[in-house]
């Protein structure tokens, strides 16, 4: 196993991430009256880079190789899966999803701060 986990500071993001995507949750548990910008679209800012962070760390395990670094086309393929699951297809199934040009605005935004991450280091 490896010994001491590159991308510090992407670590870092994700767990500050995972913090706010639970405080944007008990807000809409709680009903509390919050930016439309906060309910609608921050988990979806949010959701791309913790995804691939986790995607990244599972490669890293299965390869044995903590030089791994996602490329811009599997980023780009998971943000199109997100766009089209969630804000296409999902829309047309279940009343609880609706499909907003924005989330997917949110889904790239998401995508592009993480290729920066993990280039930083």
Request: glycine letters at 4%; aromatic letters at 18%; proline letters at 3%.
């Amino acid at each position: 196993m490896m010994s001491s986990l590159p991308l510090k500071f992407l670590r870092t993001y994700f767990l500050l991430s995972l913090l706010v995507f639970l405080g944007v949750q008990s807000l809409k548990y709680f009903s509390i009256a919050s930016p439309d910008w906060i309910i609608h679209h921050l988990n979806d800012f949010l959701v791309i880079p913790m995804v691939a962070t986790l995607g990244l760390h599972a490669v890293w395990v299965i390869k044995k190789d903590d030089t791994i670094r996602l490329n811009l086309l599997t980023i780009f393929s998971l943000v199109a899966l997100f766009s089209i699951v969630f804000e296409y297809y999902l829309p047309q199934h279940s009343y609880r999803y609706t499909g907003d040009c924005w989330d997917v605005f949110a889904y790239v935004l998401g995508g592009c701060v993480f290729f920066v991450l993990q280039k930083m280091e």
